[in-house]
């Protein structure tokens, strides 16, 4: 509310942000509109934290915009708390790795972490069709 509503990705440019820690302090966010349309901000954030949640608390603050993932937004945004900046536009699709020893040596609590991931990412809709 202090610094206005973008309208376009080129008006993040004039707003605080706070990002993931970089190693020379510049942030670049690569995001992606209608029709195609690509953006990029390279940025000197206001804030900076190595976790995501502190980044949260750091905008639900009103210290900054952030890129957030949607699910730890979700109560924040349906109160009001927070709200989407530029809908429409968004970071690229990614991939996430789960990363264990071999199958061979997979303990059971593992197996049910790696099935309770896969069930929740497809319930939850974090699986996109390509």
Known sequence: AR????????????????????????????????????????????YVADDLLTLKYAVTAGIGICLLPGYMCSAELSHGELVQVLPGWAPPPAIFHAVFPSRRGLV????????FLGDMIQEENYVFPA
């Open 3 to 46: 610094q206005g509503i973008p309208v376009s990705p080129k008006d993040l440019e004039r707003l605080d942000t706070v990002a993931m820690s970089a190693v020379d302090g510049r942030v670049s966010w690569h995001l992606e509109g209608p029709d195609k349309a690509a953006f990029t901000l390279t940025h000197r954030p206001r």
């Open 108 to 115: 059971p609590a593992i197996r049910s972490f790696l099935d």
